[in-house]
């Protein structure tokens, strides 16, 4: 079993940063299709940017150019760095991997981007 969990998420005006923390209970190198995700109310829930084992990132087209997905294998933490934050970014953050055959999620944290 897999513990995930986020941290990083808060208030901030557009065009501000956020980093977004995923702290893992395993190492993040035995987990596999770690990834970003984002839920905003009364939408369904979208990946926000993923990477493979090897090191292949893959962004949700609006955030490209804006989010970088990234690792510290020392830590066993996924990050998720933020920049030119909008309002429609707005939305609860999960962090995902699968272990075995199975998917794990974080509890989430809600980010918040004001106009």
């Known amino acids: 079993q897999v513990q995930l969990v986020e941290s990083g998420g808060g208030l901030v005006q557009a065009g501000g940063s956020l980093r977004l923390s995923c702290a893992a209970s395993?190492?993040?190198?035995?987990?596999?299709?770690m990834g970003w995700y984002r839920q905003a109310p009364g939408k369904q829930r979208e990946a926000v940017a993923t990477?493979?084992?090897?090191?292949?990132?893959n962004y949700l087209s609006s955030v490209k150019s804006r989010f970088t997905i990234s690792r510290d294998s020392a830590k066993n933490t996924l990050y998720l760095q933020m920049s030119s934050l909008k309002p429609e970014d707005t939305a609860v953050y999960y962090c995902?991997?699968?272990?075995?055959?199975?998917?794990?999620w974080g509890q989430g944290t809600q980010v918040t981007v004001s106009s």
């Open positions: 990477i493979t084992n090897g090191g292949l990132t």
């Open positions: 395993e190492s993040i190198f035995r987990i596999n299709n």
């Open positions: 995902s991997g699968t272990w075995g055959v199975q998917d794990y």
